[in-house]
């Protein structure tokens, strides 16, 4: 969208895009890229949200040291927010090395939003987060319609399955058109790992 050549521009094609899809009473996520993007794309969805378009939310990953001060402020302007681990490669200087801190942060994340009745999307495969969430909302009489799970297509797809059929609601994150490709290298160019994970997925 322009973020990196020009935030001014980048602001007025995404305002565009949001104030379209306004008219068709929908709702526009915009991804969280590395962490130079934060700021930026907190500041676009914020000046939306100021300007009435309020049918936009973003990102926020639990790696990041900042995201809870990030989660308090965007909740209080009653964004949208979708809860990952974080996809990208950052220094110490501003995220958490070790999985078990990105976990215990992403569970945090998740209860600011459940605790305070406030919907959350929460996307991970992870099953530690998945069994923590089912287990926290049913210890704390949190209905399932106060959240949803969301994967990518092509990664657990039988247990996307098994989450609705429990009752949960579960979105599944589906590129598609002509640029598929080019989004689909990369993403694996940014985790290689994914790789060996679709094909193991290609024949379950
Ligand atoms: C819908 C969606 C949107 C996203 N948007 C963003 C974004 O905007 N910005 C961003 O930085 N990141 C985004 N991400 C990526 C995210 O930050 C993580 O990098 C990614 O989801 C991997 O973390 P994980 O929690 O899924 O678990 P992982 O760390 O990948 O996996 C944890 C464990 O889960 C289990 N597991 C995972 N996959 C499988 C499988 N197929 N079968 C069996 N077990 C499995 C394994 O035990 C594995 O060790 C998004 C992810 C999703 C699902």
Redesign the pocket.
Known sequence: MGLALDPEACYSNIRDVVAEAKQHNNFVRI????SPYTQATIDIVLRLHGEGLTNVGT?I?AYLLRSREDVKQLIKAGVNL?L?????KEPASVAYQQ?SEVIDNFKTLIQMHLDQGVYTAI???????INWVKEYAHKNGIKASAFEF???YG??MS?QAQLAREGYRI?C?MPYGSMWYPYYTRRLAE?PANLW?VV??MFK
């Open positions: 991804d969280m890229e590395d990102v990953q979708r990952v681990k974080g996809a990208y999985m996307a991970s495969h992870d099953d530690r987060i969301q994967m990518l990664l657990r247990d979105r994150y985790k994970m193991k997925n």
